[in-house]
């Protein structure tokens, strides 16, 4: 059964940095892109980054709205998804999210489409205090 779950939210002030982890379980990296996802009060859920499948990590693509202050990772090894995120501002909290994409169907920066993911993981909270 494929599984995903977040962690390393929490509270970080303006300014810092936090990395979030995405252990994907059940799928081999080369099934799945997988995507990090974010959801603000009140907002709907928007795509920031993913990574497709590949032996060597794949291939990372970015939402032009964080481009420049996030980076996607992948550790094949453990089938662990890292999104690392620097310079946070208090517009940047919410619910974040990793999702799993069929990359057997969904190619490239499609897989930055919420409507695209097939699995999803219960989220981790990042609350940027100003």
């Known amino acids: 059964q494929l599984q995903l779950v977040e962690s390393g939210g929490g509270l970080v002030q303006r300014g810092g940095s936090l990395t979030l982890s995405c252990a994907a379980s059940?799928?081999?990296?080369?099934?799945?892109?997988i995507g990090w996802f974010r959801q603000a009060p009140r907002k709907a859920r928007m795509g920031m980054a993913c990574?497709?499948?590949?032996?060597?990590?794949?291939?990372?693509y970015y939402q032009d709205s964080v481009k420049g202050r996030v980076t996607i990772s992948r550790d094949v090894s453990n089938n662990t998804i890292y999104l690392q995120m620097r310079d946070l501002q208090p517009d940047d909290t919410a619910d974040y999210y990793c999702?799993?994409?069929?990359?057997?169907?969904?190619?490239?920066?499609?897989?930055?489409?919420?409507?695209?993911?097939?699995?999803w993981g219960k989220g981790t909270l990042v609350t940027v205090s100003s």
């Open positions: 990574i497709s499948r590949g032996p060597g990590g794949g291939t990372p």
């Open positions: 059940g799928f081999s990296s080369d099934e799945y892109s």
């Open positions: 999702g799993a994409v069929n990359a057997r169907l969904i190619f490239g920066s499609r897989c930055l489409a919420v409507h695209n993911v097939n699995y």
